[in-house]
């Protein structure tokens, strides 16, 4: 297990942790010592996860943003640096989705997610920038394994995800020169989450479990695990990788998520 300091001195911004994977890894980052602001569009959905954080004895905050308005963003990163004083680790985790058939989806629909997802990371990387150039730094940018499998239902979410692990990938290699890694993470079906919620059927369920080679979904520890691995030191030589966090899953075949 990691060393509890293994984050001591350090600041993160983690964007949707107010719930589900991104609350986890914002628990986790300050289990270990990091200061930590938490974003979303709501604050409603932060609150309770800074006062969790500031149990574990250290500086949290919340600021309401949403991501897919650069002005909005900006704003919100001045307000962070300001109360936290420096930012060393950045992570993308909000996100949307919904299951709909690429025949049945809106322009709109596909829009959003398309906004969201790669618009959104983009613009909060882009902020974050010339606060991780002043000491090095990481950015964690949340994918899936939607992309990898073709998987029906999910055109949206899928083309969106594939557009962050390519700019994981650019951005790895433009920004390595300032001392900034850029790696991501794809997770598969994860307990616990509102994403498994909504967009797994309980028949879906059972078929993903019987499909992993582990026999199971991941849990939101093993993934806040795999976030704290990418984000420090231990990872200190790891630039433009999407890890894939999801017990072999993908490499078995594209199953659809819910019932139609």
């Not at 890894?25 to 974003?39: E, K, P, Q, S, Y």
């Not at 006062?51 to 574990?56: K, M, S």
């Not at 004083?85 to 398309?114: M, W």
């Amino acid at each position: 297990m990691f060393q509890p300091d293994l984050l001591k001195g350090r600041a993160a911004l983690v964007t949707g942790g107010g719930t589900g994977i991104c609350r986890g890894i914002a628990l986790a980052f300050a289990a270990h010592g990091c200061d930590v602001a938490i974003t979303s569009r709501s604050l409603t959905h932060l609150e309770p996860t800074v006062a969790e954080l500031r149990t574990l004895g250290v500086r949290a905050m919340a600021k309401a943003a949403d991501v897919r308005h650069p002005d909005a963003v900006g704003e919100m990163m001045a307000a962070v640096v300001g109360e936290l004083g420096r930012l060393d680790i950045l992570v993308n985790g909000a996100a949307g989705n919904f299951i709909c058939l690429a025949e049945n989806l809106s322009p709109n629909g596909f829009g959003t997610v398309v906004d969201i997802d790669l618009k959104g990371t983009f613009n909060v990387s882009k902020a974050a920038l010339p606060h991780l150039k002043a000491r090095g730094g990481s950015v964690l940018n949340i994918s899936a394994t939607l992309p990898y499998l073709g998987t029906i239902a999910q055109s949206h979410a899928a083309s969106a995800k594939a557009g962050v692990d390519s700019l994981t990938r650019v951005l790895a290699c433009e920004w390595g020169p300032y001392k900034i890694r850029v790696n991501g993470i794809a997770p598969g079906p994860v307990e616990g989450t509102e994403g498994v919620k909504r967009l797994v059927s309980e028949k879906s369920r059972a078929g993903l479990q019987e499909q992993c080679p582990l026999g199971r979904m991941a849990t939101i520890d093993e993934i806040a695990n795999a976030a704290l691995y990418l984000c420090s030191d231990a990872a200190s030589f790891v630039n433009g990788v999407t890890l894939v966090v999801d017990g072999g899953l993908w490499l078995r075949s594209a199953r659809i998520l819910g019932d139609l």
